[in-house]
């Protein structure tokens, strides 16, 4: 029976979510929370999904999340992240995550190296390795890179991209190949407004929108949604120490149902 329950959510997570290794994996509560876009990231959990918004902090910060979701009492998933600024102010970032049952469990563990090149361009390079791992079958494992910049084109506006396994490397996991391009608008230091395309080359383009407004400094509220599945996010964040932050976040999927989640991250970068 449990190998039938493997074999089931399995199934479940390659037909319902466009494949779950690799970039699809939980990577935290802001990135839930906010349309799942990477520009709208203030912490570490950047590090995993746009490390190049890394390369102009000004310090080092970490970031560690979990979710459930409400349909799937078994399912656990968790990421943490953390980054360090060098000496000669490039940034570099490690990250976990984990999604699992009893007997099956998807794991990717990723290392990246942001660079401010000029004064409105960063770049940052990452690389991944993934690993599936089923009771008594052999452990699956894949290994790819990704390239993502971020370009603050004006004091409101920036904008980011994202290619992730570009030459397509073909292994027993299935890794995609995709690209995300995004736009945020900043009209004041409160509220950010952002928008991202996202190409799956097996897939139709997703579209996704997202805002963050901080209605007081210890206070700020996510929204976001998102196309081809549905989705609508939600969050809140309290800032408990002015180092740190505490944050709630919901997301619905079409398909799959209601996920919450709860993340602890270093909050100011000054």
């Not at 452990?139 to 920036?158: E, G, K, N, R």
């Not at 996510?222 to 408990?240: E, F, Q």
Request: hydrophobic fraction near 40%.
């Amino acid at each position: 029976m449990k190998r039938l329950y493997i074999f089931l959510f399995i199934s479940l997570l390659g037909h319902q979510l466009n494949a779950q290794s690799g970039p699809y994996l939980f990577s935290g509560a802001g990135y839930l929370s906010n349309g799942q876009i990477g520009l709208l990231l203030d912490d570490a959990e950047a590090g995993i999904v746009l490390p190049a918004m890394l390369a102009e902090r000004e310090t080092g910060g970490w970031a560690v999340g979990a979710s459930k979701r409400t349909g799937l009492d078994d399912i656990t998933e968790i990421a943490a992240t953390a980054h360090l600024r060098l000496p000669w102010k490039d940034q570099i970032a490690l990250g976990i995550q984990h999604t699992g049952i009893e007997g099956y469990f998807e794991q990717r563990i990723t290392l990246s190296y942001a660079r401010r090149l000029f004064q409105k361009l960063n770049l940052a390079a990452q690389f991944d390795l993934n690993r599936n791992s089923a009771e008594e079958y052999e452990d699956l494992y894949a290994a790819t890179w990704s390239i993502s910049i971020h370009a603050p084109l004006m004091q409101q506006l920036s904008m980011s991209a994202w290619i992730y396994n570009p030459l397509g490397n073909i292994s027993e996991l299935d890794l995609p190949s995709m690209a995300r391009i995004g736009l945020l608008y900043e009209p004041s230091e409160k509220i950010g407004i952002a928008i991202e395309a996202e190409k799956d080359w097996r897939h139709d383009v997703r579209l996704k929108g997202g805002i963050n407004y901080r209605i007081h400094p210890r206070l700020a509220l996510r929204w976001g949604v998102g196309t081809d599945p549905s989705l609508i996010h939600a969050g809140i964040s309290w800032n408990l120490l002015q180092q740190m932050a505490l944050s709630g976040s919901w997301r619905y999927h079409s398909r799959l149902g209601s996920s919450l989640c709860a993340g602890l991250s270093q909050y100011k970068y000054q």
